[in-house]
């Protein structure tokens, strides 16, 4: 939370496969969630509020064991 991270998500986030949580709520984070993001098949909880994404996709639906997804605060205004 608030780590001061800036930009777009890094393609890399799909090296992050056990992650369980992930809290990156109040930084600088913009844009799309990543299609990369599919590879967090462990992810339980992720936390995304107060940030400036712009947009998400079906990417999601692939985490299977994610229970808490927290996208408010942000700039949302698509999804696919």
């Known amino acids: 939370q608030a780590a001061g991270f ?3 998500f890094p393609a890399s986030i799909e090296n992050m ?3 369980i949580r992930l809290n ?3 930084n600088y984070i913009s844009g799309s969630i990543p299609p990369e993001i599919r590879s ?3 992810l339980q909880y992720l936390n995304l509020g107060s940030n400036q994404i712009t947009a998400f996709g079906s990417d999601l639906n692939y985490l299977k064991k994610l229970e808490e997804l927290y996208l408010q605060g942000n700039l949302i205004s698509s999804t696919s």
Do not use: D, E
Request: hydrophobic share 35%.
């Open 6 to 8: 800036y930009g777009t």
């Open 17 to 19: 496969k056990k992650i």
């Open 24 to 26: 990156l709520a109040q």
């Open 40 to 42: 967090m098949s462990y």
